[in-house]
Nanobody, 125 residues
Framework: QVQLVESGGGLVQTGGSLRLSCAASGRTSSSRTIGWFRQAPGKEREFVAA????????MYADSVKGRFTISRVNAENTVYLQMNSLKEEDTAVYYC??????????????????WGQGTQVTVSS
């Protein structure tokens, strides 16, 4: 099992930036892909971005393309989500997840086996 810990959330003004971190430990060899998802109050958990540990292929939700960047540092077993030009609608609890999905299915939350506890991001005007 892979353990995941998110950090970096907080309160930021519209147009600001935050960088989230997802630190993986445990059986990291079983992790092929890290995904970021978010859940706003009263809404379904939705896909944000994903990255493969090997090769670094990335995938983004349309709503964040051009504003968010996912990256990884393999030596640190850490994945980052740089969030720029934040909007109020980005307000949510952000979760990272680990799994071995087929790449084309990396946007599906059921493809992920391990989840972190989440970190709150609040964007306010």
């Amino acid at each position: 099992q892979v353990q995941l810990v998110e950090s970096g959330g907080g309160l930021v003004q519209t147009g600001g930036s935050l960088r989230l971190s997802c630190a993986a430990s445990g059986r990291t060899s079983s992790s092929r892909t890290i995904g970021w998802f978010r859940q706003a109050p009263g809404k379904e958990r939705e896909f944000v971005a994903a990255i493969q540990w090997n090769g670094g292929a990335t995938m983004y939700a349309d709503s964040v393309k051009g504003r968010f960047t996912i990256s990884r540092v393999n030596a640190e077993n850490t994945v980052y989500l740089q969030m720029n030009s934040l909007k109020e609608e980005d307000t949510a609890v952000y979760y990272c997840a680990s799994g071995q999905p087929n790449w084309s299915s990396s946007h599906l939350r059921e493809m992920y086996r391990s989840w972190g506890q989440g970190t709150q991001v609040t964007v306010s005007s």
